[in-house]
């Protein structure tokens, strides 16, 4: 028992670090996007 609960923790931690590893990210390549579309439309 003590295993899987070490294992769900361990797989647990990869994947909210996964994710906000995405959502950072997502985030700079949309405030890229924006920087240049600002500076043409400008």
């Known amino acids: 028992m003590v295993i899987i609960g ?3 923790g361990a797989s647990g ?3 909210g ?3 906000l590893f995405l959502l950072g990210l997502l985030l700079l390549v949309a405030g890229l996007m924006f920087r240049l579309l600002a500076k043409q439309a400008f």
């Open 17 to 19: 670090i996964g994710v």
């Open 6 to 8: 070490i294992t769900l």
């Open 13 to 15: 931690l990869v994947l």
